[in-house]
């Protein structure tokens, strides 16, 4: 399956952008979805994950109560809404499923087999 991330752009301090993940060469099914950041000189960071059902979703501590994950499975597509954005989202943003052998989430980049290219966030002060 190959995932497209767009929705990435220029936004000022507590603005808000939505993020979309799109599947294409297969459906995402009830694959367990993620979503990474990696800012400049910084390690890859988790987000956020979403179960296969979408009944079931984690956010890492720093986007908690701001940001939040879901998934539409006729539009084969995941989203992420961030509201009060803060310059410190400032990242390039990555899409990711695991394989459909796994029904957990998972915080752990190394767990997901499928990524999308990145989308880039910029949140100016």
């Known amino acids: 399956v190959q995932l497209q991330a767009s929705g990435g752009g220029l936004v000022q301090a507590g603005g808000s952008l939505r993020l979309s993940c799109a599947a294409s060469?297969?459906?995402?099914?009830?694959?367990?979805m993620g979503w990474f950041r990696q800012a400049p000189g910084k390690e890859r960071e988790f987000v956020a994950t979403i179960s296969g059902t979408g009944a079931s979703t984690y956010y890492s501590d720093s986007v908690k109560g701001r940001f939040t994950i879901s998934r539409d499975s006729a539009k084969n597509t995941v989203y992420l809404q961030m509201n009060s954005l803060k310059p410190e989202d400032t990242a390039v943003y990555y899409c990711?499923?695991?394989?459909?052998?796994?029904?957990?989430?998972?915080?752990?980049?190394?767990?997901?087999?499928?990524w999308g290219q990145g989308t880039l966030v910029t949140v100016s002060s």
């Open positions: 990711a499923a695991r394989s459909s052998r796994y029904s957990s989430r998972s915080d752990d980049y190394t767990e997901y087999a499928y």
């Open positions: 060469g297969g459906t995402l099914g009830r694959r367990v």
